[in-house]
């Protein structure tokens, strides 16, 4: 069974910068093909994609944000991070992580497993 | 990046409706395609995915269609455990965008 759970500070101020942890099971990082990637949604508002990373080490970060995020992974602990500096009231949020369904080429074609979500808040 | 436009952004309907919710890419996508159903307080959950396979265990009422530039979530006949928001996501090209949503509510 594939799970993923995310953590971290439930609070952070303004500037400061956010780590999230995602800790998962079922599969491993250092399979080929698979990749995980983190997402936010702000108080009764749509998705938005962060990062991804895969098994090899390629990144991918959303255009408009990939100045301030890192995302990294430490297959021994099964684990994925994402760091997010210079927070802003604006990125509150619940941050997920997702495994991502790859087809046959590798070609990514759906966040299949998703975590339950942690709500961060920016105030100071 | 490629804008994702729902419609329509909210709709009422009563149970054992057919409803269609439609999603389109500002530019094409192929097939690259995914919808998620949303429950308040809780994740996605994946529904269908290349634009119209059938996730496992999601019931077949839920179908999706479309290639390129238009595509459609149908659900055909609704269920009280339907009522809830749904997106679509692309992944033809980075960053991977989602559409802005449809609330789906009881008439």
């Known amino acids: 069974q594939v799970t993923l759970r995310e953590s971290g500070p439930a609070l952070v101020k303004p500037t400061q910068t956010l780590t999230l942890t995602c800790t998962f099971s079922g599969f491993s990082l250092s399979t080929s093909g698979m990749c995980v990637s983190w997402i936010r949604q702000p108080p009764g508002k749509a998705l938005e994609w962060l990062a991804r990373?895969?098994?090899?080490?390629?990144?991918y970060y959303s255009t408009s944000l990939k100045t301030r995020l890192t995302i990294s992974k430490d297959t021994s602990k099964n684990q994925v991070v994402l760091t997010m500096t210079n927070m802003d009231p604006v990125d509150t949020a619940t941050y997920y992580c997702a495994r991502i369904r790859v087809g046959g080429d590798y070609t990514p074609v759906a966040f299949d497993i998703w975590g339950q979500g942690t709500m961060v808040t920016v105030s100071s | 990046a490629i804008q994702l436009t729902q419609s329509p952004s909210s709709l009422s309907a009563s149970v054992g409706d057919r409803v269609t919710i439609t999603c389109r890419a500002s530019?094409?996508?192929?097939?690259?395609l995914a919808w998620y159903q949303q429950k308040p307080g809780k994740a996605p959950k994946l529904l269908i995915y290349d634009a119209s396979s059938l996730e496992s265990g999601v019931p077949s009422r839920f179908s999706g269609s479309g290639s390129g530039t238009d595509f459609t979530l149908t659900i055909s006949s609704l269920q009280p455990e339907d009522f809830a928001t749904y997106y679509c996501?692309?992944?033809?090209?980075?960053?991977?965008?989602f559409g802005q949503g449809t609330k789906l509510e009881i008439k």
């Open positions: 990373i895969d098994w090899d080490d390629d990144k």
């Open positions: 530019q094409g996508i192929s097939s690259a």
């Open positions: 996501q692309q992944f033809n090209s980075y960053s991977y965008t």
